[in-house]
């Protein structure tokens, strides 16, 4: 089922397309607009944006204006932000119906999204779930699966009943087997776009494992249209982690440069980390995509040069230059980084 979220469409066929949310408080509007756009320059296809009071809904709706991605509120215990919201401009918002008391109240979402063409995530986080705080600390991790699950089941019923279909499905945990297998069983049961990411991750060095691991896992087996990595600070760096896992599955085209380093073992007789860290340096000027590989030895190494770009076997006390999969020279060791800084910006000439 396909899904329109201001002009992007998600569902089954369509790009993975990357989320994350604004840090800085909606009622700094300039703020928040240099952050959307910050996002979007980096790769984000879609931002969200917390919207808690009425005077964040107020903001909400000058932030919009000012962008040309869509825009998401997150809306969480009220129904009156959430309509206030959608009259604003949302192009969808982020709903845990289970922090909505009345059911009359959701309607009243409904409505106005129904009106204004307004897709509605449908959220369920293990820590919000009805009757998962009753539980003891040791409960199996089937059984908050399974609660996640039948919570889903009643909230898509309530929005079905109504007959509305815009729905984008998301369930998540900070535990990344849970939240793997409650998203493989919502996507066996239902047939709406999911939103893939745990809902705490950490500190980026401390997420990425996590979250690669957990959305990897769901992508690599078809489930999944947009995805967000949850760090804590600098959302550019969200979107940078989930370029990575998009890249790495082959769901995305790499756009930046690829440093292949060969693992380093008792062959080696150069340096291949400082050599490596050196040519790090001279990538990150560029900003087209080339694949550069530094190896230390003849085991994997003319295979690996033969796969980029530009590349180096290292030997004693020199390097055998590669381009194009073609040896085309020797250098002394002390003058391979120049030597390979040179070969990489004669491939873009």
């Given at each position: 089922m396909l899904v329109e979220v201001g002009g992007l469409k998600l569902g089954w066929g369509q790009p993975i397309v990357i989320q994350s949310m604004t840090k800085v408080l909606t009622t700094n509007v300039e703020k928040c607009v240099k952050q959307v756009k910050e996002l979007a320059a980096a790769g984000c296809g879609l931002v969200r944006i917390a919207v808690p009071t009425k005077a964040d809904s107020e903001a909400f709706g000058k932030?919009?204006?000012?962008?040309?991605?869509?825009?998401?509120?997150?809306?969480h215990f009220?129904?009156?932000?959430?309509?206030?919201?959608?009259?604003?401009?949302?192009?969808?918002?982020?709903?845990?119906?289970?922090?909505?008391?009345?059911?009359?109240?959701?309607?009243?979402?409904?409505?106005?999204?129904?009106?204004?063409?307004?897709?509605?995530?449908?959220?369920?986080?293990?820590?919000?779930?009805?009757?998962v705080r009753k539980k003891k600390v040791d409960t199996p991790m089937d059984e908050r699966v399974h609660l996640m699950l039948k919570e889903m089941e009643y909230y898509v019923k309530f929005f079905e009943?109504?007959?509305?279909?815009?729905?984008?499905?998301?369930?998540?945990?900070?535990?990344?087997?849970?939240?793997?297998?409650?998203?493989?069983?919502?996507?066996?049961?239902?047939?709406?776009?999911?939103?893939?990411?745990?809902?705490?991750?950490?500190?980026?060095?401390?997420?990425?494992?996590?979250?690669?691991?957990?959305?990897?896992?769901?992508?690599?087996?078809?489930?999944?249209?947009?995805?967000?990595?949850?760090?804590?600070?600098?959302?550019?760096?969200?979107?940078?982690?989930?370029?990575?896992?998009l890249i790495s599955l082959g769901c995305r085209e790499r756009e930046e440069p690829e440093l292949i380093v060969c693992p380093t073992c008792g062959r080696c007789q150069v340096d291949v980390v400082r050599l490596a860290k050196q040519v790090k340096k001279t990538l990150k000027k560029i900003k087209k995509p080339i694949r550069v590989a530094v190896m230390g030895c003849i085991v994997n190494g003319p295979g690996e040069a033969a796969d980029a770009d530009v590349a180096v076997c290292a030997a004693k006390g020199k390097g055998f230059i590669y381009r194009g999969g073609e040896q085309i020279k020797t250098v002394p060791e002390e003058k391979l980084p120049d030597a390979l800084a040179k070969e990489i910006e004669k491939h873009f000439k």
């Open positions: 932030i919009v204006g000012k962008c040309n991605i869509p825009i998401i509120a997150d809306i009220s129904a009156a932000r959430a309509i206030e919201a959608i009259e604003a401009g949302a192009a969808k918002i982020r709903l845990n119906p289970g922090n909505i008391k009345d059911p009359e109240d959701i309607v009243r979402i409904i409505d106005a999204a129904k009106m204004h063409g307004t897709v509605i995530r449908v959220g369920v986080n293990e820590a919000s779930i009805r009757n009943d109504r007959r509305f279909p815009f729905l984008v499905l998301s369930a998540k945990s900070v535990n990344t087997v849970r939240t793997i297998e409650v998203n493989r069983a919502i996507a066996e049961k239902f047939h709406y776009p999911m939103h893939l990411g745990l809902t705490h991750a950490g500190l980026p060095e401390d997420a990425k494992v996590s979250s690669s691991v957990a959305i990897g896992t769901l992508l690599a087996e078809g489930i999944g249209d947009t995805i967000r990595v949850s760090t804590a600070g600098d959302p550019v760096r969200e979107v940078e982690i989930a370029k990575e896992i």
